[in-house]
T-cell receptor
Framework: EAGVTQSPTHLIKTRGQQATLRCSPI?????VYWYQQALGLGLQFLLW???????NRGNFPPRFSGRQFPNYSSELNVNALELEDSALYLC????????????FGPGTRLTVT | GDSVTQMEGPVTLSEEAFLTINCTYT??????LFWYVQYPGEGLQLLLK?????DKGSNKGFEATYRKETTSFHLEKGSVQVSDSAVYFC???????????FGGGTRLMVKP
């Protein structure tokens, strides 16, 4: 089966702009998670969507937002970009039948200049 | 809140050496525990997991046992290979479907 896919692979933005990152889960998976992997800060949980609803949110400001579409794909939006938003953004998907094990995509590298 | 602490790296070993990466956790309930591996330039791959006390997760020669009394989930491998060079993350989830809380990661470098 195809794995979790993310696009774009790399994204370069200027401070103050908006960034949109996309994630397609494994076929049949209904949950999508977003994590930020910033240099020196490890992996931090951002958002969890399940069946189109936001289920949980990490300790990030409101300018980090997202949504899940009817086909279970997801979008992460980051508004008013700041230099410290530069990071690798990882998406994961899961489904109840597989014990909610999270399977990760390759990530989108966001660079803010 | 929940937290995971793992030994800082990098850990440098010779091929066929024994590997231990320590991981301890703090959680209010009875979490599930995981080890993920991240190879250079790639996303995370689930290496193994354990969902209750005394469970042993194993995969590709790696093992870890869920020790509730010491709140630990140490990763071990009897004989490492150069191809095991990667960053290893210990993580927990309070309940199925919930977010993962990760440790800081441990970089393993295996030299021929």
């Amino acid at each position: 089966e195809a794995g979790v896919t993310q696009s774009p692979t790399h994204l370069i933005k200027t401070r103050g702009q908006q960034a949109t990152l996309r994630c397609s889960p494994i076929s049949g998976h209904t949950s999508v998670y977003w994590y930020q992997q910033a240099l020196g800060l490890g992996l931090q949980f951002l958002l969890w969507y399940d069946e189109g609803e936001e289920r949980n949110r990490g300790n990030f400001p409101p300018r980090f937002s997202g949504r899940q579409f009817p086909n279970y794909s997801s979008e992460l939006n980051v508004n008013a970009l700041e230099l410290e938003d530069s990071a690798l953004y990882l998406c994961a998907s899961s489904v109840r039948d597989r014990g909610y094990e999270q399977y990760f995509g390759p990530g989108t590298r966001l660079t803010v200049t | 809140g929940d937290s995971v602490t793992q030994m800082e790296g990098p850990v440098t070993l010779s091929e066929e050496a024994f590997l231990t990466i320590n991981c301890t956790y703090t959680a209010t309930g009875y979490p599930s525990l995981f080890w993920y591996v991240q190879y250079p330039g790639e996303g995370l791959q689930l290496l193994l997991k354990a969902t209750k006390a005394d469970d042993k997760g194993s995969n590709k020669g790696f093992e870890a046992t869920y020790r509730k009394e010491t709140t630990s989930f140490h990763l071990e491998k009897g004989s490492v290979q150069v191809s095991d060079s990667a960053v290893y993350f210990c993580a927990l989830s309070e309940w199925a479907g919930n977010m993962l809380t990760f440790g800081g990661g441990t970089r393993l470098m295996v030299k021929p």
